[in-house]
């Protein structure tokens, strides 16, 4: 399913261009003053250009919430008036977003929440992920995002600035690109915070939450989100670390347990399925049919050759990859046919496999209810196993009486029959998830004093090139560059030296025995001492960048 590209998001920003009228009246009436009350989100330095976004958002509406006045009437406000306006917020008492932490939050439907019905309309291509991540961020109150949508899974990760806010936007995208009804989607879905959202990603990527406990596609899947996210602006620090953390934690835990020993995938369920529904004695004579032969397709073909098949007919678009399997299995025969064949094929076979990427129906009611009724040794009906996500078997067919379909969520009696012995595995998998998610959370937490170490080195660099300007004027403008480059050097490496204490004490990542809290100490203190809470806010700056491109 494409997402769609129609969502708009209102230029709150635009407002901030008309703000002078309205902060002059506001400057004028006593009875219009901002009180702590009135000010929800107050504006502080050196927060991220979505934080700034948000809080000229809530400047421009507390603004207009206070007068009567007009804002529309003035477009030609300029900007140094915008900005001096949002200085009211700045030394606010109130603190909501500068003191709670941006959340990583999961919203998310899955084969255990929400049938595949649901799931296929909120189903992303790969293909559309870039686009899903850009249109997610342009929400007021997303600064990241990740996509990751498979058969049984439709989870979106993103870093929000408010938790409640941020889970209503994405939301409201969700049922966009859907169709579907918020209410309907919030019947289904699932959330998580922070902590609970790192431990969900890493026990997806470990196989804990699959349907198919174990199964190793979905680590595939981890990994194939981070490589789609790779230069995509949305995919940031935080979401991207997650899911480089949650394919180490897939392939630890595959490496230290037996969870995946015996496992079956989703696939192999399949075939499973399709031989428990047939009679025993047909097994040597059912005329199989696999549409597909992309990752699913071939581990159809696999699972059919253990379990005895050495005949069948693969439907694809190109012959390229059937040859390869072919060469693959070289005892079996694989019949190659294109997909404009796939009805001839159809009407020959007793069972179907689809497992293709087309987001419409390959066989539909009609279509099925004029093919011949599959041979007697299988009572006459035909079955469709669909393990595609958007279904390639549309709903309507089960409605014909020679015809028996099942999808994915089908496959859940398949797997209950040998869960139980890779539960007590998985027990030994959630210790390592354990220990993995207390590494990510430090790490994680750790990044709080980046913004003091980009302040510091900035601060130290301002004064070191003052002073070496003050320098080269006494040496007079005739000195050789040798000379100069030798005065530059050595400033650089008095400044590197005198730095190299405190940003050593600005680190956290687990080369000593400094511990979090005595980090965070450090970088406070360093903000007192250097004042570098007080200085020019880099937040100022990229208000003042929005304001210019909301102008063009």
Not at 168 to 184: L, Q
Not at 228 to 243: D, E, H, P
Not at 323 to 344: C, F, G, N, Q, T
């Amino acid at each position: 399913m494409a997402v769609s590209t129609a969502f708009t998001r209102p230029v709150k920003l635009e407002v901030l261009l008309h703000i002078n009228n309205t902060a002059a009246v506001a400057a004028s009436s006593p009875a219009v003053a901002l009180s702590p009350s009135q000010v929800r989100i107050p504006l502080k330095p050196t927060r991220t250009t979505k934080r700034a976004a948000i809080r000229c958002e809530v400047a421009s509406n507390l603004l207009v919430e206070t007068t009567d006045h007009d804002v529309n009437s003035d477009q030609s406000a300029n900007t140094s008036s915008s900005i001096s306006a949002l200085e009211q917020l700045k030394t606010s008492a109130a603190d909501r977003y500068t003191k709670e932490r941006s959340s990583i939050v999961v919203i998310g439907l899955s084969v255990h929440t929400a049938p595949v019905e649901m799931r296929e309309k909120l189903a992303v291509p790969e293909a559309e992920w870039p686009r899903a991540i850009a249109e997610l961020c342009s929400l007021n109150h997303i600064e990241e995002a990740a996509v990751l949508s498979t058969c049984n899974r439709m989870e979106i990760y993103v870093v929000a600035l408010s938790q409640h806010r941020g889970v209503k936007e994405v939301t409201d995208w969700m049922s966009k690109a859907s169709g579907i009804p918020v209410s309907e989607i919030c019947q289904h879905r699932f959330l998580l915070y922070n902590k609970d959202a790192t431990q969900h990603i890493f026990e997806v990527s470990a196989g804990l939450d699959s349907l198919v406990l174990g199964e190793g596609q979905i680590l595939a899947q981890v990994k194939q989100v981070v490589k789609v996210g790779q230069g995509v602006t949305g995919f940031g620090r935080n979401i991207s670390g997650l899911f480089k953390h949650a394919i180490t934690v897939g392939k630890r835990v595959r490496t230290e347990t037996n969870i995946a020993a015996g496992a079956v995938s989703v696939s192999s369920a399949a075939v499973e399925l399709a031989l428990m529904k047939l009679p025993e004695s047909s097994h040597s004579r059912v005329r199989m049919l696999v549409i597909g032969a992309g990752k699913m397709g071939k581990l159809v073909i696999k699972h059919l050759v253990a379990k005895g098949c050495t005949k069948m007919v693969v439907v694809n678009r190109t012959e390229e990859r059937v040859v390869s399997i072919r060469k693959e299995l070289k005892d079996v025969e694989i019949i190659y046919k294109p997909l404009s064949e796939m009805l001839a094929c159809a009407a020959k076979a007793d069972v179907i496999f689809t497992s293709t990427a087309s987001d419409t129906p390959l066989f539909l009611k009609q279509q099925v209810i004029d093919l011949p009724t599959a041979i007697q040794e299988v009572g006459g009906v035909r079955l469709f196993v669909d393990i595609s996500v958007p279904r390639n078997v549309g709903s309507c067919v089960t409605d014909v009486e020679t015809a028996r379909v099942y999808n994915v969520d089908a496959l859940k009696e398949v797997v209950a029959a040998n869960k139980e012995d890779r539960l007590r595995k998985a027990m030994e998998a959630q210790e390592i998830i354990s220990d993995e998610s207390k590494q990510f959370e430090a790490w994680r937490d750790s990044l709080e004093t980046v913004p003091t170490i980009k302040k510091l080195r900035a601060y130290a660099e301002r004064i070191r090139v003052a002073e070496l300007e003050k320098c080269l004027s006494k040496l007079g403008a005739d000195i050789s560059k040798k000379t100069m480059r030798a005065v530059d050097d050595l400033s650089r490496g008095i400044v590197n030296k005198l730095l190299h204490g405190p940003m050593q004490h600005l680190r956290c990542d687990g080369s000593d025995s400094r511990t979090l809290s005595e980090t965070l100490e450090n970088m406070h203190a360093l903000n007192r001492m250097f004042s570098l809470e007080t200085e020019i806010s880099v937040l100022e700056q990229k208000i003042r960048a929005k304001v210019e491109q909301a102008q063009k």
